[in-house]
């Protein structure tokens, strides 16, 4: 399931999902993450990665829990993460969460990565996103709104609750 893409700017990245080998890397990808984007990934601080939390981040089903993985193929490093989790109320619906280290961002890897979680969704029956996110984290609010219509309903504390129904898209 590994696939090679490219950034509109042309730039090539390699994406495929996370296996129980890439609990080092992902914990390096979150030390080189700045404050302000850790932040706006986790509305506060970060987890601490010991083994059980890097096992449930790592050791995922592939259907009510999956992660994808950007890497440079120049490095072998990762650059980006896009998590989804099933809910247990509803089955059809999925929270998400993308991190995408800061020297990727605003590049089109995080709508690469979210088109390609969708699909992944929308093959185990999901058709609907939701994300607690920061209401001024105007490029997360745009990558909902690139999957569908999205209502938004305040969540306290500067964050708003988005919902998506990205049942349309390829
Ligand atoms: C939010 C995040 C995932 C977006 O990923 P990205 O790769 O930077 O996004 P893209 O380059 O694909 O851009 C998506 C859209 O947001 C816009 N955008 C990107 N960065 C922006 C910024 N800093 N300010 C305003 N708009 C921005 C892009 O122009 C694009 O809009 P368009 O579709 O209308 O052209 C990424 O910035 C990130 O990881 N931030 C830190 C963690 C975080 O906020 N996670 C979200 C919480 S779940």
Avoid at 10 to 20: A, D, H, M
Avoid at 132 to 159: I, Q, S
Wanted: charged share 20%; no cysteine; net charge negative.
């Amino acid at each position: 399931m590994r696939s090679e893409a490219h950034l509109p700017d042309g730039t090539p990245v390699v994406i495929r999902p996370l296996t129980t080998d890439d609990g080092d890397e992902l914990k390096r990808g979150l030390e080189h993450l700045s404050p302000a984007s850790a932040y706006r990934r986790f509305l506060g601080t970060p987890p601490t990665l010991n083994g059980t939390t890097l096992k449930y981040l790592t050791d995922v089903d592939h259907i009510n829990h999956e992660a994808l993985g950007a890497a440079d193929p120049k490095t072998g490093h990762g650059i980006a993460i896009a998590r989804f989790v099933r809910s247990t109320d509803d089955p059809t619906h999925a929270e998400i969460a993308l991190a995408i280290a800061d020297a990727w961002q605003h590049r089109g890897l995080g709508s690469l990565l979210l088109d390609a979680l969708a699909a992944r969704a929308r093959a185990v029956g999901i058709t609907t996103f939701t994300g607690l996110v920061l209401a001024d984290n105007v490029a997360m609010l745009k990558l909902f709104e690139r999957l569908g219509p999205t209502t938004h309903h305040p969540a306290g504390a500067g964050t708003v609750e988005v919902t998506t129904d990205f049942l349309s898209i390829r």
